[in-house]
């Protein structure tokens, strides 16, 4: 492969191994992990549950290959998904044997290997060694001009959308050519794999690829060119690969064909934490790797060392539940240690408030807050978290993101309303006078701030005055026109109608929300999430000023860090990642469980959700706490909630239940599920049985009992939800926030002054007359 390598590599591949003293660097492994070190040739599959010490298995691994004189540094590839796991495995290996790992020029991330290999042979597809990378922005571009020289609608079809299809034929390996024809019909009635080879037509002609390119173009050198394929094969005398899991077809493909000759491959990973099906990952690379390499040995690491005991079993009956696994069951030889706390809470706001007290305690006994996390399924969470900690001032950082309030979405939402309520503010109008495209592009915004200036008047005055002469033409003057048209409504709405409902108006009736849901964007679908969040949000006041101005309150909340900052990410974010104390809320049904992924997926969604499930609980190394509520806010309106079906799936023996008095029983992941699905209270004795699940869920979704409930009505509180017998004004008890008076009354849901606890929102049915 390179020159002034070949000789000492063939030197090196001729001599035997070395039978030099290996036993530092083997030291301190347990029998497992000492296995899949020195099982060096022949296929070998590690199975490594979290917190096992794969990482360290596998640099040992490359550090015995190397001490050994099996291979050159160069005849080895190590592939890693991200560079800072490729930076850590070169670090390590260069502590355990010195600086031969230098010259280990095949070990990074898929792309960065997949790049030089191309680089080498780029005339082979059209291109030169030169190419240019493209990142997502310039591919969703030229997706864009592709469309347009197609003569097609971009409003309707978008270069966001093409690239969202492009992405993933490549990430299966298909070039145009090997598309389905009947997959092309999904994208621009029926010219979506035309598009997709102009796409890659003008890639050429630009001397350019993306960073999908970099893997089919591999595949078609080798498939096209079985000379070269073989100098890898030969070069490439053993392989490891990471996180094996989270390969998509691609990735298996192209390391299946470079394996074939030595057959010394080594894939790391854990089936039960493939949770990135949808960016591509295959969790059936890894199941069907016997059958790929047929002798492969297995090992598994099960020995964890993060963990008490009490999580792991948790976690290990959880997935159990998932028939789709190799199977492996976690240990720890540590003793005791807390059960898995679970907690049923009324509402999304309760939960904030009752984690942050959480939070608080944990503190005020000396432990750090960057020793905790919250942990939630999606982005829309966040906002009852960061609102809590920020009124709490407690620092936090957001992972994998911007806070709430930052993101693009909810900033757009608040320039709306923003205008609504001042619409002389140019800041909020300049952001979203197109947004969505209304035809009034660059260089009429530039005509208005003309117009302002000389006029001394606001942009949207100026708007006005433009519509008085002939200066816009066509789309931009009518787009302007209606947009005008829509804040003057909304500003009349804002004196009767409340800031929740107020806000959904303006996002449907602008687009904005259409604009998101005919998004082809993978992240669309939690800004449509956090959109609803909004709506929620602002369902908490009584009117858009206060909204507003709470907002610009807590966005200008600066934090000190001192003692640390909570950890707050999705899970998807928290992979790799451990803490002493893990938060891990809304575990709910179509939260946790995602809707979205089941109705997309089936049981593989299902599965996959478990899988997040797994790998949530096992971030946890001493304290693992799990909440769900019993109503949530959608789009401003309460909704009875089913606690998720994971919650049934927990061995009971390692759950402590926590549930608030009043409101579950004891056995509170059956209990909370008739509970949270009727709004009522029920006796402890009732059993929820699980089979009838399903039958519940669909009696939720038509608003009637659950067939299990039928002839239980003796068990069935008299208080009924929508009716109460409590009056505002009249003195009430609450067993754990004490006296108090009812302020307002909504349903059976009261908002109470406690005369210590402060205003709190509570069922009916934890309160009694003194």
Not at 368 to 391: C, I, P
Not at 593 to 607: F, H, I, T, V
Not at 735 to 754: D, H, M, P, R, S
């Amino acid at each position: 492969m390179t020159g002034n390598t070949s000789l000492s590599a063939r030197a090196m591949a001729a001599a035997p191994p070395s039978n030099a003293d290996t036993s530092a660097y083997l030291e301190g492994l347990n029998e497992m992990q000492r296995e899949a070190v020195i099982s060096a040739d022949g296929p070998v599959l590690v199975l490594a549950g979290a917190g096992t010490g794969k990482t360290r298995a596998l640099t040992t691994r490359l550090a015995h290959l190397l001490t050994t004189r099996r291979a050159a540094p160069w005849q080895i590839l190590a592939v890693t998904f991200t560079n800072k796991a490729a930076r850590e495995m070169k670090e390590r290996v260069g502590h355990l044997i010195g600086d031969t790992v230098e010259g280990m020029q095949w070990l990074g991330t898929f792309h960065s290997v997949a790049a030089k290999i191309l680089r080498i042979h780029a005339e082979l597809v059209g291109l030169k060694p030169s190419f240019t990378i493209i990142d997502t922005d310039d591919q969703i571009r030229l997706c864009k001009q592709v469309i347009e020289l197609e003569g097609l609608d971009e409003k309707r079809w978008t270069g966001r959308g093409l690239a969202a299809f492009v992405d993933d034929w490549k990430n299966r390996g298909l070039t145009p050519d090997k598309v389905p024809d009947n997959e092309g019909h999904f994208f621009a009635a029926g010219k979506g794999i035309d598009l997709y080879r102009n796409y890659q037509q003008r890639l050429v002609s630009l001397n350019a690829a993306d960073f999908g390119d970099l893997l089919v173009h591999n595949l078609t050198i080798f498939q096209t060119h079985r000379d070269i394929l073989e100098k890898y094969q030969t070069n490439f005398r053993y392989m490891l690969v990471d996180e094996y899991q989270d390969t998509n077809v691609a990735q298996y493909l192209w390391l299946r064909l470079l394996a074939q000759q030595h057959r010394n491959i080594c894939c790391v990973g854990d089936d039960d934490q493939s949770i990135y099906g949808w960016r591509g990952a295959e969790v059936a690379n890894i199941l069907k790797f016997e059958k790929d390499f047929p002798g492969a040995k297995v090992i598994r690491l099960e020995q964890n060392y993060r963990s008490t005991a009490p999580i792991l079993a948790a976690a290990s009956g959880l997935i159990e539940s998932n028939k789709t696994r190799l199977g492996k069951t976690l240990w720890t030889e540590q003793d005791g240690g807390q059960k898995v706390q679970l907690r049923g809470i009324w509402d999304g706001e309760e939960e904030a408030r009752t984690v942050t007290d959480d939070i608080e305690a944990e503190q005020s006994k000396g432990r750090s807050l960057s020793d905790m996390a919250v942990l939630v399924r999606a982005s829309f969470q966040m906002r009852s978290f960061e609102e809590r900690f920020n009124m709490a001032g407690l620092p936090y950082q957001v992972v994998g993101g911007p806070r709430f309030y930052e993101r693009e979405e909810t900033r757009d939402t608040l320039a709306y309303l923003r205008l609504v309520r001042n619409i002389d503010d140019d800041l909020s109008f300049s952001r979203i006078v197109n947004k969505p495209r209304r035809g009034f592009g660059v260089k009429a915004v530039q005509s208005l701030e003309l117009i302002s200036r000389k006029a001394r008047v606001s942009m949207a005055a100026a708007g006005r005055i433009a519509l008085e002469t002939d200066k816009l033409k066509g789309k931009a003057r009518s787009g302007l026109a209606g947009f005008l048209d829509a804040l003057e409504r909304w500003s009349h709405m804002t004196k009767e109608t409340d800031p929740a409902t107020l806000t959904e108006t303006v996002l449907e009736e602008s687009g904005y929300t259409d604009f998101w849901k005919n998004s082809k964007s993978p992240t669309a679908p939690s800004k449509l999430d956090n959109l609803k969040e909004m709506v929620n949000a602002a369902g908490e006041f009584e009117t858009l000023e206060g909204y507003l101005d709470h907002v610009s309150l807590v966005s200008d909340i600066n934090q000190t860090t001192d003692g640390g900052q909570i950890w707050l990410m999705t899970l998807h974010a928290a992979k790799g990642l451990e803490w002493p104390v893990v938060f891990l809320p809304g575990w709910e049904e179509d939260i946790f469980p995602s809707a979205r992924s089941l109705d997309e997926n089936g049981n593989d969604g299902l599965e996959e959700e478990r899988r997040l499930a797994y790998v949530g609980i096992t971030r946890a190394m001493e304290s693992c706490r799990i909440s769900f509520a019993a109503n949530r806010q959608i789009y401003g309106r309460w909704q009875s909630a089913m606690p998720s079906r994971f919650i049934d799936e927990l061995p009971e023996e390692f759950v402590e239940v926590m549930s608030e008095p009043g409101l579950y029983g004891a056995a509170a992941s059956d209990l909370a599920a008739y509970s949270s699905f009727s709004g009522v209270k029920m006796e402890e004795e009732t059993y929820y049985d699980n089979p009838g699940w399903k039958r519940a869920r669909q009696a939720k979704r038509h608003n009637t009992r659950p067939p299990a409930l039928e002839g239980k009505a003796e068990l069935i509180a008299t208080s009924t939800p929508g009716s109460t017998s409590f009056k505002t004004g009249e003195r009430v008890f609450h067993q754990k926030f004490g006296y108090g008076e009812v302020k307002t009354i909504e349903g059976n849901k009261l908002e109470v002054a406690f005369e210590k606890a402060g205003t709190k929102k509570v069922i009916d049915t934890f309160l009694e007359r003194p």
